[in-house]
């Protein structure tokens, strides 16, 4: 059993910064790639970001140069590092987290979700 914890977010003008955490915790926890995901008010969820267990990361094109993803393998955590924030990245955002576990064969892998945490920019 997975458990993802997100942190952070909450309301902030335009131009302003906020930074997101989630901590994946589990018995025997092996943790493949990271994600944020954000669901806009009307509209279906979208990737923002995400990195690989060798970090390597990829942005959507409308949060690239401000948002910065990162994560803590020690501590089993991603961190998503938001600065010039506008009205538009005002969503529900999620912290995914693809966990593995090896298989006779070939590993099998399993998607796990935050429980989401409300951004608002607004003046």
């Known amino acids: 059993q997975v458990q993802l914890v997100q942190s952070g977010g909450g309301l902030v003008q335009p131009g302003g910064s906020l930074r997101l955490s989630c901590v994946a915790s589990?018995?025997?926890?092996?943790?493949?790639?990271m994600a944020w995901y954000r669901q806009p008010p009307g509209n279906s969820r979208e990737l923002v970001a995400a990195?690989?267990?060798?970090?390597?990361?990829n942005y959507a094109d409308s949060v690239k140069g401000r948002f910065t993803i990162s994560r803590d393998n020690a501590k089993n955590t991603v961190y998503l590092q938001m600065n010039s924030l506008k009205p538009e990245d005002t969503a529900v955002y999620y912290c995914?987290?693809?966990?593995?576990?090896?298989?006779?064969?070939?590993?099998?892998?399993?998607?796990?979700w935050g429980q989401g945490t409300q951004v608002t920019v607004s003046s």
């Open positions: 995914n987290v693809v966990t593995w576990a090896p298989g006779p064969s070939r590993p099998y892998y399993y998607t796990n």
């Open positions: 589990g018995n025997g926890l092996r943790i493949s790639s």
């Open positions: 990195i690989t267990s060798g970090d390597s990361s």
